[in-house]
C-alpha cells in the first residue's frame, strides 16, 4: 500500500504520469498501473486523464491527498515497530530445577512457558540448597525448590507441592538418603528426628533416579514424593505435615526488566497447572 501511495502523490503533485516515473525512478507504464490498482482497490476515479499532457485530480484524489501524507507516515511507523519487535533478541531465562520438579513440575508447564517468544529457557536441575546459591550468584534468573529457605535479597514464592510417602519395604534397615542440601533430605531428616529413628545403614545418593533404580529391586527404604515413584515400589502413607509446598525463588530486585517480569508468568503458569 506505502508504494501505490508514493505514487499516487508524485501524479499528484506533478499532473503528470511521465514526470512522475522520472521522480520516482520507474516506468511510465509501471506509473499507470500502479494508480490503476489504487483506483480499483479504493473503487474510485483519482485522476481525470482526458487533458493532452496533464493530468487532472478528481474530488476523490484531492481527499486523499489530505490524508495520504499521514497514512504513509503510520504505515511506515508500523513497519518500523514490526521489523523491531521480530528482530529483538530473545533473553536468556536459566531456571533451576530440584530434582523432584524437575519430573513432577517442569512437564506440566514447560508449553506454556515455551509459547513466550521473548525468552531463550535453558534448565538445569541440582538440588534446592545449590539452585539458592545459584539463583544470588546470578547464574540462575529463578528456581523451584522443595523446602522454605530464608536467604538475604530473595524473594520466595509459595506454590502447590506434593506428597512424600515412605517408600520401601518396611524392613528394610538401609535407609537411602538423598545429599545434604536436597529438598527430600530435609524431610527425611525431620522424619527420622520426629520418629526418634536412628538409621544402622545409610547410603547416600544424589539422584532421584538412582534410588527409584534401587527401590525398585528391593534395596533399601527412605521418603520420597509420590508422584515420582513406579507403581511397583512399596509405599506407606504419611501425615499431612509431609504434604509440602514447592517455592519459586528469584532475587528481590531482579535488575533485568525482562528477567523481572518473568516472575510473574512463572507463578501464573506454576499457579494454573
Keep these: 500500500m506505502d508504494k501505490l501511495l508514493k505514487t499516487f502523490m508524485a501524479v499528484y503533485e506533478t499532473r503528470n504520469f511521465s514526470l512522475a516515473a522520472k521522480q520516482l525512478f520507474i516506468s511510465q507504464p509501471s506509473v499507470s498501473v500502479q494508480i490503476n490498482q489504487l483506483e480499483k482497490e479504493l473503487g474510485v476515479s483519482l485522476f481525470d486523464r482526458s487533458g493532452h499532457r496533464q493530468v487532472q485530480p478528481t474530488p476523490a484524489a484531492v481527499k486523499l491527498y489530505g490524508t495520504a501524507e ?4 503510520t504505515w511506515e ?8 519487535s521480530a528482530e529483538r533478541p530473545q533473553i536468556k531465562a536459566v531456571l533451576g530445577f530440584s530434582q523432584t520438579t524437575s519430573v ?26 545449590n539452585i539458592l546459591q545459584a539463583v544470588v550468584d546470578r547464574r540462575v534468573a529463578y528456581g523451584i525448590i522443595e523446602k522454605p529457605i530464608v536467604a538475604d535479597y530473595v524473594q520466595q514464592t509459595e506454590l502447590p507441592g506434593d506428597q512424600l510417602v515412605l517408600a520401601g519395604k ?21 522424619y527420622l528426628h520426629e520418629q526418634g529413628i536412628v538409621p544402622q545403614r545409610t547410603l547416600v545418593v544424589d539422584s532421584n533416579q538412582s534410588i527409584i533404580g534401587l527401590l525398585t529391586q528391593g534395596i533399601g527404604k527412605t521418603l520420597m514424593s509420590a508422584g515420582v515413584l513406579p507403581d511397583q515400589v512399596t509405599r506407606q502413607p504419611l501425615g499431612e505435615q509431609y504434604r509440602r509446598h514447592f517455592y519459586l525463588v528469584g532475587l528481590d530486585q531482579q535488575p533485568n526488566v525482562q528477567l523481572a517480569a518473568l516472575r510473574g508468568v512463572l507463578s501464573q503458569v506454576m499457579l494454573n497447572q
Aim: net charge positive; no cysteine.
Design 70 to 73: 499521514q497514512l504513509l507516515q
Design 77 to 84: 511507523k508500523g513497519v518500523a515497530q514490526l521489523k523491531q
Design 104 to 129: 513432577e513440575l517442569l512437564p506440566k508447564i514447560i508449553q506454556p512457558l515455551l509459547r513466550d517468544t521473548r525468552f531463550q529457557f535453558e534448565i538445569k536441575t541440582m538440588n534446592s540448597e
Design 170 to 190: 518396611a524392613d528394610e534397615r538401609l535407609w537411602l538418603l538423598r545429599e545434604p542440601g536436597s529438598g527430600v533430605r530435609h524431610y527425611t531428616d525431620a
